[in-house]
Nanobody, 122 residues
Framework: QVRLVESGGGSVQTGGSLRLSCVASGETSAIRCMGWFRQAPGKEAEGIAF???????EYAESVKGRFAISKDNAENVLSLETKSLTPEDTAMYYC????????????????RGQGTQVAVSS
């Protein structure tokens, strides 16, 4: 089994930045891809970005140029640098992992964490 634990969420004002982290433990050798998705109250989950083991990344259009995903393979830590945040970015942010990458279908990820809350005020 794979365990994912997120941290780094918080409350910021419009234009602010946050760095989210996710530590993966357990059977991490089976992971081929990790990513982030978010879900706001009353809305469907939205894929944000993923990174494959070979370093290939992909982003949702809504965050391109503002968010950056990275992974420390040695420590099994996934990060998401966020900047130029707006109230529309307010959501619970989830770390996810699996053998496949799921940007447009975030509910397909094999493993997911408990989430970390991001709140952006105007």
């Amino acid at each position: 089994q794979v365990r994912l634990v997120e941290s780094g969420g918080g409350s910021v004002q419009t234009g602010g930045s946050l760095r989210l982290s996710c530590v993966a433990s357990g059977e991490t050798s089976a992971i081929r891809c990790m990513g982030w998705f978010r879900q706001a109250p009353g809305k469907e989950a939205e894929g944000i970005a993923f990174i494959k083991n070979d370093g290939t990344t992909e982003y949702a259009e809504s965050v391109k140029g503002r968010f950056a995903i990275s992974k420390d393979n040695a420590e099994n830590v996934l990060s998401l640098e966020t900047k130029s945040l707006t109230p529309e970015d307010t959501a619970m942010y989830y770390c996810a992992a699996g053998r496949a990458c799921w940007l447009k279908l975030p509910n397909k990820w094999t493993h997911r964490g408990q989430g970390t809350q991001v709140a952006v005020s105007s």
